[in-house]
């Protein structure tokens, strides 16, 4: 059942979370381009995605950068100055004249408000119990494959699915910026990624380790990546590791990166950015998961990407079944044993 009157032309879009949660949102994207095939949509997504993000997608036909909002997006220590003030960003969308806004940002607290300062002549969007409506809305449950509950979103209008596959084009731009910093000498290559945004996320980096090590043994070069500020936990990884390693953490952007996980044997990591690229450039991988993350976040093939879980369902450290400040990891209870089984069997033992 369609729910506007009429085709829409223009069409905005809020997904201004990290990396991996939009690539969670391209099946879903690729849904309304398909749909409304003669539409403009502009996706509205956090500053630092924005330069990586425009002109890569062939269905987002304008990328703009949301301004500083409560529960959209809030500058961290070091990043610039926003480019632009909430006033003068709404305006500036508002005199776009947008047919249809699509709320693709959590259940709605703050992010259904964003979305009704657009000016949208339609809105639609999740969610959550106590958030404020929008025109349409779509109940939001926290446990749901992320991938799933957006497509279910756009199908309201009526539009066709055009496959569960997360998508990400790799450029040659993004191959050249990979290539100035690193090539590989020539034997198949696996990434291991031992870092995380959330420290419950993080897999031990000893076991990390060892993974590296056994890759190295089976004749992969090994590469590890990570942010500036994960140093640690990689130097961490390189001390338990008796192998030759090659770091390229703190080294990469986004599309070098891209570049890196599609040119590899194998991505070993937690749940974070490069297993979302691993998913959507059908990169095999092994990927440490929380239980509860992988019903939201988890791949939803096993043929390439396989989840090793833990299930520990409270902090180790303080037992809290909720955020805490212990920085203890949630993912310690994956073995070593299981990991190295998944990977022995996508490398072909």
Same mark, same amino acid.
């Not at 969610?127 to 929008?134: D, F, K, M, V």
């Given at each position: 059942?369609?729910?506007? !009157?009429?085709?829409?032309?223009?069409?905005?879009?809020?997904?201004?979370?990290?990396?991996?949660?939009f690539l969670e949102a391209t099946p879903a994207l690729r849904a309304l381009a398909k749909g409304f095939p003669s539409a403009e949509i502009t996706l509205l997504?956090?500053?630092?995605?924005?330069?990586?993000?425009?002109?890569?997608?062939?269905?987002?036909?304008?990328?703009?950068?949301?301004?500083?909002?409560?529960?959209?997006?809030?500058?961290?220590?070091?990043?610039?100055?926003?480019?632009?003030?909430?006033?003068?960003?709404?305006?500036?969308?508002?005199?776009?004249?947008?047919?249809?806004?699509?709320?693709?940002?959590?259940?709605?607290?703050?992010?259904?408000?964003?979305?009704?300062?657009?000016?949208?002549?339609?809105?639609?969007?999740?969610?959550?119990?106590?958030?404020?409506?929008?025109?349409?809305?779509?109940?939001?449950?926290?446990?749901?494959?992320?991938?799933?509950?957006?497509?279910?979103?756009?199908?309201?209008?009526?539009?066709?699915?055009?496959?569960?596959?997360?998508?990400?084009?790799?450029?040659?731009?993004?191959?050249?910026?990979?290539?100035?910093?690193?090539?590989?000498?020539?034997?198949?290559?696996?990434?291991?990624?031992?870092?995380?945004?959330?420290?419950?996320?993080?897999?031990?980096?000893?076991?990390?380790?060892?993974?590296?090590?056994?890759?190295?043994?089976?004749?992969?070069?090994?590469?590890?990546?990570?942010?500036?500020?994960?140093?640690?936990?990689? !130097?961490?990884?390189?001390?338990?590791?008796? !192998?030759?390693?090659?770091?390229?953490?703190?080294?990469?952007?986004?599309?070098?990166?891209?570049?890196?996980?599609?040119?590899?044997?194998?991505?070993?990591?937690?749940?974070?950015?490069?297993?979302?690229?691993?998913?959507?450039?059908?990169?095999?991988?092994?990927?440490?998961?929380?239980?509860?993350?992988?019903?939201?976040?988890?791949?939803?093939?096993?043929?390439?990407?396989?989840?090793?879980?833990?299930?520990?369902?409270?902090?180790?450290?303080?037992?809290?079944?909720?955020?805490?400040?212990?920085?203890?990891?949630?993912?310690?209870?994956?073995?070593?044993?299981?990991?190295?089984?998944?990977?022995?069997?996508?490398?072909?033992?």
């Open positions: 059942m369609r729910l506007l !009157e009429r085709t829409p032309s223009r069409i905005a879009v809020l997904r201004a979370n990290g990396l991996g949660d997504t956090l500053p630092w995605l924005h330069g990586f993000l425009t002109g890569r997608y062939p269905y987002l036909h304008r990328v703009e950068a949301v301004p500083c909002y409560r529960g959209i997006h809030s500058p961290g220590r070091g990043d610039p100055p926003p480019a632009e003030s909430a006033e003068s960003f709404f305006a500036r969308m508002r005199a776009r004249h947008f047919d249809l806004a699509v709320q693709m940002h959590g259940g709605g607290a703050d992010s259904n408000p964003f979305v009704a300062a657009l000016g949208a002549r339609h809105t639609l969007g999740l969610r959550a119990t106590g958030s404020p409506p929008l025109e349409h809305n779509l109940r939001y449950v926290y446990y749901q494959n992320e991938v799933l509950r957006y497509l279910e979103l756009v199908g309201l209008l009526g539009v066709p699915w055009d496959g569960l596959q997360t998508d990400l084009p790799v450029l040659e731009s993004d191959r050249a910026r990979l290539a100035a910093v690193w090539r590989p000498a020539g034997a198949p290559y696996a990434v291991v990624h031992p870092g995380a945004g959330d420290a419950r996320r993080r897999w031990p980096a000893e076991r990390f380790a060892r993974v590296a090590e056994h890759l190295r043994r089976r004749g992969l070069e090994v590469v590890l990546t990570g942010r500036a500020d994960e140093q640690q936990v990689i !130097e961490a990884v390189k001390a338990g590791c008796a !192998e030759r390693v090659v770091d390229l953490s703190g080294q990469l952007d986004l599309g070098a990166m891209a570049a890196l996980v599609a040119g590899a044997a194998l991505v070993v990591s937690n749940d974070t950015g490069p297993a979302h690229m691993a998913y959507a450039l059908d990169t095999p991988a092994v990927i440490i998961f929380w239980c509860g993350n992988v019903i939201t976040a988890g791949p939803l093939r096993r043929q390439r990407h396989r989840p090793v879980l833990s299930w520990t369902l409270a902090c180790p450290a303080c037992g809290t079944t909720g955020r805490c400040e212990c920085g203890a990891s949630w993912v310690a209870e994956a073995t070593v044993e299981d990991v190295l089984a998944e990977a022995d069997d996508l490398l072909g033992s």
